[in-house]
C-alpha cells in the first residue's frame, strides 16, 4: 500500500462554478472505534462500502470491501451520532492535471466546506500554491479528520 | 435473522471417539470491540469471515462476510491477544438428528472442550438430557462466551 500525500483545506464558501462539476453524495458512518482501529460503513453514489483502518506508518492497515447495499443498510443504524454526510465534487486545478475533491458536508456539518488535493510525490505537494479561494489549510490538523470530525463536529 | 437457541457444556475431556467425527480448524480473533459491537475475522477450515455482531433482542445486527484469506492475513495481526484458536468436531447425539460441536481448544485455553447443541425450538432445548460426557452446563454464563474466553482466558 502507498502512502498517501495529500493537503487539505478549508474554504470560506463553496467556489461559484461547483455545481458544473461532477459531483455524488457520500454517507460514511463509524461502526466501531478501538484504539486505532476504525471500522467504517460508506455509500458513494450507488455503490456502499466497508472499510477498515487501523495502525500508522509501517504498521499501516487497510482494507475496503465493497457490500451489498442491503448490508450496509443493516449495519447503518449501528454509526448513530458518528457519522457524516456530504457531496463531494471534482474540480480540476492548476496546469498539472490535480484534482481537487471539494466537500460539501450537510446535517450537522452543514456548512462546512473541505477540499483535499493528493499529490504524486512530496515535490508535487511542495510546489502546489493554492488559489485564494481554497482558504487555510489544515493538512497537519487532526480536528480536521473525518472521524474527528463525526464524533465532535466542526472545530472552534 | 432468528433467534438461535443453544445450550452450551464444558466437558472434562474429549470424548473417546472425538476423532472418528469430521472436524475442521477455526481461528478467530476480535479486530474492534466497542460498546456492544464486535468485528471479529474467522478462518475455517479454507474458507475466511469477517463478522460484525451488535447489539441483543430485537435490536440484534449481524453481518458475515466472506473475505479472501488475503484480507483474512492482513487483518489477523490486529487482532493480537484477542484470539481463540480450536478444532471444532460435529457430533451427532440423541435420537433427534441434533449435531453437536465439540470445540477443542490450543493455545493459551488448551485443555478447554465446549460443547454446543442449537435446537429448532424452546420445547426441544428443555427436552434434551445431556448425556454425562457432556459435562457441566454453561449456557447462561457469559464468562464462555467466545469474546469472554479470547479477552480473559478460561474462567475460574
Known sequence: MST??????????PPQDLAEHPSEPIAQGYVALDED????????????????????GRRRVEQELEIEPERFDALWPLTE??????????????????????????DALAGLVVAECEFP???????FVSPDWLGREVTDDPRWKNQALALHGRPE
Open 121 to 127: 510525490d512530496d515535490a508535487a505537494a511542495d510546489a
Open 81 to 106: 451520532g458518528r457519522r457524516i454526510v456530504k457531496r463531494r465534487y471534482l474540480v480540476p486545478v492548476g496546469a498539472d492535471a490535480l484534482t481537487l475533491e471539494v466537500d460539501v458536508y450537510e
Open 37 to 56: 482501529v476504525e471500522v467504517r460503513v460508506r455509500r458513494r453514489g450507488e455503490r456502499t462500502f466497508l472499510t477498515i483502518k487501523a495502525g500508522s
Open 4 to 13: 498517501e500525500i495529500e493537503r487539505k483545506f478549508v474554504l470560506d464558501a
